[in-house]
Nanobody, 121 residues
Framework: QVQLVESGGGLVQPGGSHQLSCVAS????????MGWYRQAPGKQRELVAD???????NYAHSMKDRFTITRDVPKDTVVLQMNSLKPEDTAVYYC???????????????WGRGTKVTVSS
């Protein structure tokens, strides 16, 4: 199994920056994709950004110019740098990973418990 633990949630002022981190642990062969989703109150969960093991990143269009995702593959860690934060970025941010438990197994999705980011003055 794969455990994802997020850190870095908190209160941020509009226009500010903040960083979220997530580390994957457990018994698995490899992690193919790591990323972040978010869910605002009353809304569906949406992709923020993800990145594969080759470093290719994918962003939601509305966040592409403000957020940056990076990954340390050997450490199974992913970081989301968020700049120019807006009140509408307030949400619970969930770490996501697609991992292979063994060399032969298909990748499967795993989720962290989420960390709340509140953008407010």
């Amino acid at each position: 199994q794969v455990q994802l633990v997020e850190s870095g949630g908190g209160l941020v002022q509009p226009g500010g920056s903040h960083q979220l981190s997530c580390v994957a642990s457990g018994n698995f062969f490899s992690v193919h994709i790591m990323g972040w989703y978010r869910q605002a109150p009353g809304k569906q969960r949406e992709l923020v950004a993800d990145i594969n093991s080759g470093g290719l990143a994918n962003y939601a269009h509305s966040m592409k110019d403000r957020f940056t995702i990076t990954r340390d593959v050997p450490k199974d860690t992913v970081v989301l740098q968020m700049n120019s934060l807006k009140p509408e970025d307030t949400a619970v941010y969930y770490c996501y990973a697609e991992a292979h438990l063994t060399y032969y197994s298909r990748s499967a999705p795993y989720w962290g418990r989420g960390t709340k980011v509140t953008v407010s003055s």
